[in-house]
């Protein structure tokens, strides 16, 4: 599970998050949509510790996040756009080594099934990184949050630059988590593939959480309306 209460960043005068209340239960997949500057990655970097709250909290289960949090970093996963590895190693090599500095110990054969359930080929596990295509990079930030039996899982723009066919298999590979009971918080400007794979979909505008949506109850023709609609409503003053 994963809560923000009151989560805020000031940058000086600029208000970057302004007071999110979130809460992404276990097994849910929360996508967060929003214009460029909106505060998506703000909210995800306060998520896992990166940066510092100006006020609020932002919990993992029961855990207050605090900058710097080894328990913290234990406990999730995160895959950026470009997913950061090792390119000399190869993919199972390099999840033994992340594996192993969140503190989780595994032999060759257990490495290789996780990467195997993250969908890379078996061809693959033991190329050098530095030949893996975008996909397939994802796939072991994937098999590294099933290493280190994540609880939560930040994904920000995930599966931009991905093909179709990629994109689905990943949107399977996140229910696959989720169905483990991870929380999922997906920041994604892709709203076909937010209707896809989420539970509810939130917008961001200029730092605030303005609208949030089941998935299921709307069509990608409505969550597009919706989503034109709200970016390009004046935004209400807090208070007015
Ligand atoms: N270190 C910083 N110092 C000052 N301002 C910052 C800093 N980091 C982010 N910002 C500002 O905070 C706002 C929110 O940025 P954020 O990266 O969260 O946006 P985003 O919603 O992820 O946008 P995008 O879709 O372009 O990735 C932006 O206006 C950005 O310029
Ligand atoms: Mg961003």
């Known amino acids: 599970m994963l809560r923000a209460l009151q989560l805020t960043k000031h940058y000086g005068n600029f208000t ?7 809460e992404v239960e276990n097994g849910e997949i929360f996508c967060l949509l929003g214009a460029n500057g909106a505060g998506k990655t703000t909210t995800i970097n306060l ?6 709250a100006s006020a609020g909290q932002a919990y993992i ?22 997913v950061m590895l090792y390119p000399e190693l190869s993919g199972l090599q390099n999840l033994a080594y992340l594996s192993q500095l969140s503190g989780k110990k595994y032999n060759k054969t257990q490495l290789s099934n996780f990467l195997q359930q993250a969908s890379l080929q078996a061809e693959a596990i033991h190329q050098p990184v530095a030949q893996y295509s975008k996909g397939m990079r994802q796939k072991v930030g994937i098999a590294l949050a099933l290493a280190k039996k994540a609880s939560a899982l930040f994904l920000d723009e995930p599966t931009s630059g991905l ?21 999922i918080l997906m920041v994604t400007h892709d ?3 937010a209707k896809e794979v989420a539970n509810r979909v939130g917008i961001m505008k200029a730092g605030q959480l303005v609208e949030v949506l089941d998935a299921n109850a709307v069509s990608h023709s ?8 709200t970016i390009s409503a004046p935004l ?4 007015a």
């Open 236 to 239: 209400l003053a807090v208070g």
């Open 47 to 52: 998520f896992m510790g990166f940066i510092e």
């Open 163 to 183: 093909d179709p066919l990629a994109s689905n298999e990943f949107s399977n590979l996140l229910q696959q988590l989720s169905q483990r009971g991870v929380s």
């Open 16 to 22: 970057a998050l302004d007071h999110l209340d979130l």
């Open 222 to 229: 409505e969550l597009e309306r919706i989503y034109v609609e």
């Open 61 to 82: 289960d029961e855990l207050v996040v605090r900058p710097g949090d080894a328990k913290i970093k234990q406990r999730i996963g995160y895959i950026p756009e470009n």
């Open 191 to 193: 709203l076909f593939r």
